[in-house]
């Protein structure tokens, strides 16, 4: 039997097969934007700190995370994650720019709540959200000093856990204390959240098995160039369908680049 025949018999198999490589090859080349369009509803645009970048994510996104840095003089919030340098944005005039909220999310990672500043921040914040008639309850306010949390979590707002860098690296007294602080949060109630980069999903889903999480993917996977980038591209794809299909998982966050105001 020629080579022609044994193409020729087995035409089907090949063009199968053919279009198999090419499919696959689009799926893990575009996985985010095929994410983007199965899961809609749980993934939000990360770093909305712009006004101009806001007016296009709320209609690409169902919400949006900003950084909120918060002026105990001025009592405002700025609207900035540092070390960027502040364009003067206060919080009001971010949130005044939109005027529906009905389906709108917004994950607020406040980068400054402390002890001097937990009471007035909450009652600044909440003072904005109804002269505006913002649903609190649309609201995650998330830091990483949990304890200062309860101020906003009293007044409605959705609360998380920013769990520190690199928590899954931690070792023997260390985390075994950071874990037990963390589980006596999520089982007393004191959050609604924990929140991390998507690398340390598997760590969370381990070792807070009743938490509910927010994360953020935040970068696209390379390009597939040779065998090792498809099977980080393949990896990559498994994990994140994992994550976005958890129904533990709450909301995800993509980069997102607006034309303009990416800051």
Same mark, same amino acid.
């Given at each position: 039997?020629?080579?022609?025949?044994?193409?020729? @018999? /087995? #035409?089907?198999?090949?063009?199968?097969?053919?279009?198999?490589?090419?499919?696959?090859?689009?799926?893990?080349?575009?996985?985010?934007?095929?994410?983007?369009?199965?899961?809609?509803?749980? =993934?939000?645009?990360?770093?909305?700190?712009?006004?101009?970048?806001? $007016?296009?994510?709320?209609?690409?996104?169902?919400?949006? $995370?900003?950084? !909120?840095?918060?002026?105990?003089?001025?009592?405002?919030?700025?609207?900035?994650?540092?070390?960027?340098?502040?364009?003067? !944005? /206060?919080?009001?005039?971010?949130? @005044?720019?939109?005027?529906? *909220?009905? @389906?709108?999310?917004?994950?607020?990672?406040?980068?400054?709540?402390?002890?001097? /500043?937990?009471?007035?921040?909450?009652?600044?914040?909440?003072?904005?959200? #109804?002269? !505006?008639?913002?649903?609190?309850? @649309?609201?995650?306010?998330?830091?990483?000093?949990?304890?200062?949390?309860?101020?906003?979590?009293?007044?409605?707002?959705?609360?998380? %856990? *920013?769990?520190?860098?690199? +928590?899954?690296?931690?070792?023997? $007294?260390? !985390?075994?204390?950071?874990?037990?602080?963390?589980?006596?949060? +999520?089982?007393? #109630?004191? =959050?609604? *959240? =924990?929140?991390?980069?998507?690398?340390? %999903?598997?760590?969370?889903?381990?070792?807070?098995?009743?938490?509910?999480?927010?994360?953020?993917?935040?970068? /696209?996977?390379?390009? +597939?160039?040779?065998?090792?980038?498809?099977?980080?591209?393949?990896?990559?794809?498994?994990?994140?369908?994992?994550?976005?299909?958890? $129904?533990?998982?709450?909301?995800?966050?993509?980069?997102?680049?607006?034309?303009?105001?990416?800051?």
């Amino acid at each position: 039997m020629t080579l022609f025949s044994i193409i020729k @018999n /087995n #035409r089907l198999i090949l063009v199968t097969a053919v279009c198999f490589l090419i499919l696959t090859y689009l799926l893990l080349s575009f996985q985010m934007l095929f994410f983007k369009c199965i899961f809609t509803s749980k =993934i939000w645009a990360h770093r909305v700190n712009s006004i101009e970048k806001f $007016e296009e994510a709320r209609k690409k996104f169902p919400g949006v $995370e900003l950084d !909120l840095v918060f002026d105990s003089v001025k009592n405002n919030f700025d609207v900035n994650h540092p070390p960027a340098n502040s364009i003067d !944005l /206060n919080l009001f005039d971010y949130l @005044n720019s939109n005027k529906n *909220y009905k @389906n709108l999310g917004l994950w607020l990672d406040f980068k400054n709540l402390n002890v001097n /500043n937990k009471i007035q921040s909450s009652v600044k914040l909440d003072s904005i959200v #109804r002269t !505006l008639s913002i649903e609190t309850a @649309n609201i995650i306010v998330e830091s990483n000093t949990p304890n200062f949390l309860n101020s906003f979590k009293s007044k409605g707002f959705k609360t998380s %856990y *920013y769990l520190p860098w690199e +928590i899954s690296s931690l070792k023997n $007294e260390e !985390l075994s204390s950071e874990l037990t602080f963390i589980n006596n949060l +999520i089982i007393s #109630r004191q =959050i609604d *959240y =924990i929140s991390s980069d998507v690398i340390d %999903y598997k760590f969370m889903k381990e070792k807070f098995p009743y938490a509910e999480i927010i994360t953020w993917i935040i970068d /696209n996977p390379a390009p +597939i160039t040779n065998l090792y980038t498809f099977k980080v591209s393949v990896s990559s794809f498994i994990r994140n369908l994992k994550v976005l299909s958890d $129904e533990d998982v709450k909301v995800v966050l993509f980069g997102f680049k607006a034309k303009a105001g990416n800051r």
